[in-house]
């Protein structure tokens, strides 16, 4: 029976929703008003969000979901029984450009199962986004799945079109990623990252004749981790993290909470993992991109590797190194305020600013929307010293949620 | 009789701007000043506004660039209190030149804040004005409408937004606060109000099974969705009226999703398997062959 394309889409999007990378930015600005044609980007923008919480900024897509692969983890893989479908390369471009039109997206993200060959799924993928550039003047944003031990050559013509791509590392080990996927290898994932990284620094650098190089991947690239599918801790996964954001200089590292899947394979995890986990892996790594902490502190605190589900990371990091605290509000370095719980990177900002010319009371940082409760602990300034409340013995207890009875029903 | 202006409610910045300079010529102080909207409601206190006269000589303000884009975003806010603020700020600001840079000023936190939900205001709509096609294609251009209420006079810092995204089609948003128009050369800006047109678009249908589809039943983060997507949008994006519908169904699909057993796996994942082993099979007879080839004495 011949499907029709709303339940092409359907299947294929339902699909693709695992994978949670959904970012439209970090691709510099660009518009049509020069081409005459559609599509602009800037810093991204979500234009839905669904009840589970995430964004919709792309058209999230797989060109088909055969596969020939068999990874435990995957909606797609060859054992499962879902129903299967395929787009044609046109059928994806007249989606993505009709759904541009009417402003519901930033773009496309195509990711695709593998048929036949790697080098036959990957030219179908570059096809569209060639397409969409040369033929119909799109300017929005691309991102494509590179599909692992695709050939060079392919991978460099993507760059071309592509503002990101990305390819998934999946487990935060290589046992992990032997047990679950065994026709993907780690060491062939981490070769074609190292060639992307190659790709992208050679086009951010001018040529001999002092012209600039031709554009790869403007948005760098990004990867996936899954998170409680194998028995990796947290700092298994962070620790991975680290290597891919200073080894592959790796844009975002998405890590998403292995989620039940209809027809999951028997070698899973029947319970998943908290989402709480989720969030706390997602807080370390803003800690380490955005306020200047390595991997190796936030972990440090714990002996099983695992991060504090109670407390966020940084809340945690700050009890576990209490003789670094209280600082002074109006003298201490910007490093060291970052890492005052309850100031976040914008409202540093501000109190440098505004330090430079006045004294600051911890009255002032209300006006800033900090919570005082979080703060003032570790901070001391004319008019407040935290005195005894620094050195409890419970000062913990002031931070964790209260307990909460269960239902007895 | 008192100082001051009547102003309309979407008095923008360059219209507040030459008012503003005249009080301050005058060496009016912002208390001085009463700055009225003609929509607020009259009083029996009210007395009637005159324009204060600058004196001869007075040096005009100055305003450090941040200061300014201050104002500027400020003054898009529907709050009415925005431009006796503003002044107050422009005022202050002669004496404190870093007045802007100091968030923790009354007047600074709260002109941020405005200035924040203006920042957010514009920042939903480019998110969320939905365009549906409207009418045949002429000359090859296409022709889309929305409809959309912002909380604040925002349409002219859109603009430039819609205008070099949506260049090859045609376009016009209708809003409360006023009207965009887009023919592919010019963006016209229009204050006057619009009322709400009836649209639909039959692409929205398949937009909705995306909606649907890219929903995961075994997250449920509702907090998060509207912390993004607050309600006040809800009732103008064709997808939200599906979410009631798809957390009623979530928690029976997440529990089907556990229930199902584990089942044998379709015919052409093994024939997938069949076909890998007899390529490693002929991988390891043709390796034994090479081995055997060169062990041979030649």
């Known amino acids: 029976m011949k499907q029709s394309l709303s339940d092409r889409l359907a299947l294929l999007s339902d699909a693709a929703k695992y994978d949670a990378s959904c970012s439209s930015s970090g691709a510099g600005k660009r518009d049509s008003a020069a081409t005459k044609g559609l599509g602009s980007v800037s810093n991204g923008i979500c234009h839905a969000f669904t009840p589970d919480g995430r964004c919709i900024s792309l058209l999230k897509i797989l060109l088909t979901n055969f596969c020939i692969y068999d990874c435990a983890y995957c909606i797609n893989r060859s054992s499962s029984n879902v129903p299967r479908a395929r787009f044609t390369p046109d059928e994806v471009i007249w989606l993505t450009l009709e759904f541009y039109r009417r402003n519901y997206i930033e773009g496309l993200f195509l990711s695709s199962g593998i048929i036949r060959s790697s080098d036959d799924t990957m030219s179908q993928m570059v096809r569209v986004a060639r397409e969409l550039r040369q033929t119909h003047k799109f300017r929005g944003y691309i991102h494509l799945k590179t599909i692992p031990n695709a050939s060079p050559a392919l991978l460099a013509e993507a760059g071309l079109y592509a503002d990101r791509l990305s390819i998934n590392v999946e487990m935060p080990t290589e046992r992990g990623l032997a047990d679950y996927a065994p026709q993907k290898h780690a060491g062939e994932i981490r070769h074609s990252m190292g060639e992307m990284r190659t790709h992208i620094d050679a086009a951010k650098d001018r040529t001999l004749t002092g012209r600039k190089a031709p554009r790869f991947a403007p948005g760098g690239q990004s990867t996936q981790m899954i998170v409680g599918a194998d028995q990796a801790t947290d700092r298994d996964i962070l620790s991975s993290s680290s290597s891919l954001y200073t080894g592959y200089k790796l844009r975002r590292v998405y890590y998403s909470a292995f989620s039940p899947i209809p027809d999951a394979s028997a070698i899973l995890p029947i319970k998943p993992p908290p989402l709480l986990r989720e969030h706390r892996l997602y807080q370390a790594d803003w800690l380490f991109r955005f306020y200047g902490f390595q991997f190796s502190e936030i972990t440090a605190g714990r002996p099983d590797g695992m991060l504090d589900l109670e407390l966020d990371p940084k809340l945690a990091w700050a009890l576990a190194n209490r003789a670094m605290f209280p600082i002074d509000l109006n003298r201490a370095p910007k490093e060291m305020l970052l890492r005052v719980p309850g100031l976040g990177v914008r409202s540093v900002q501000a109190i440098v600013a505004a330090r430079r010319h006045r004294q600051l009371r911890l009255e002032d940082l209300a006006r800033l929307k900090v919570s005082i409760r979080k703060v003032k602990p570790f901070l001391y300034t004319t008019g407040w010293s935290p005195g005894r409340l620094a050195e409890r013995q419970n000062l913990r207890q002031l931070f964790v949620p209260q307990p909460q009875q269960l239902a007895l029903f | ?298």
């Open chain 2, 1 to 298: 009789m008192a100082y001051g202006f009547i102003l309309d409610d979407h008095t923008s910045f360059s219209a507040w701007r030459p008012l503003a300079r005249q009080c301050f010529l005058a060496d009016r102080a912002p208390e001085e000043i009463e700055w009225r909207c003609a929509s607020a409601e009259t009083t029996l206190f009210d007395t009637p506004l005159v324009a204060p006269t600058p004196k001869n000589g007075a040096q005009p303000p100055v305003l450090r660039s941040k200061c300014l884009a201050l104002l500027r975003s400020i003054l898009r806010h529907a709050d009415q209190t925005r431009f006796a603020l503003a002044y107050r700020i422009l005022w202050r600001a002669q004496t404190e030149p870093a007045l802007a840079s100091i968030a923790t000023d009354p007047d600074i936190a709260r002109a941020l804040h405005m200035h924040k939900q203006v920042r957010e205001d514009t920042h939903k709509m480019t998110a969320y004005v939905r365009f549906r096609e409207h009418g045949e294609a002429q000359n090859g251009r296409r022709s889309f409408y929305a409809w959309f209420e912002p909380d604040h006079y925002v349409l002219p810092s859109v603009a430039p937004f819609f205008s070099k995204r949506f260049v090859d089609m045609d376009w016009v948003i209708l809003t409360p606060k006023g009207s965009l128009a887009w023919n592919g050369e010019t963006c016209a800006f229009s204050p006057t109000p619009c009322a709400k047109p009836k649209l639909s678009d039959d692409i929205d249908q398949l937009w909705k099974t995306y909606y649907v589809s890219t929903f995961n039943p075994a997250r449920i983060k509702t907090k998060a969705m509207l912390s993004e997507m607050p309600r006040k949008y809800w009732k103008n994006l064709p997808e939200t009226q599906l979410i009631p519908q798809m957390l009623a169904d979530a928690p029976a699909r997440v529990a089907a999703m556990a229930a199902q057993q584990p089942r044998p796996a379709p015919a052409f994942h093994h024939r997938l398997q069949q076909r890998r082993a007899d390529v490693e099979n002929q991988k390891g007879t043709d390796s034994a062959l090479r081995e055997v080839h060169r062990q041979s004495p030649k």
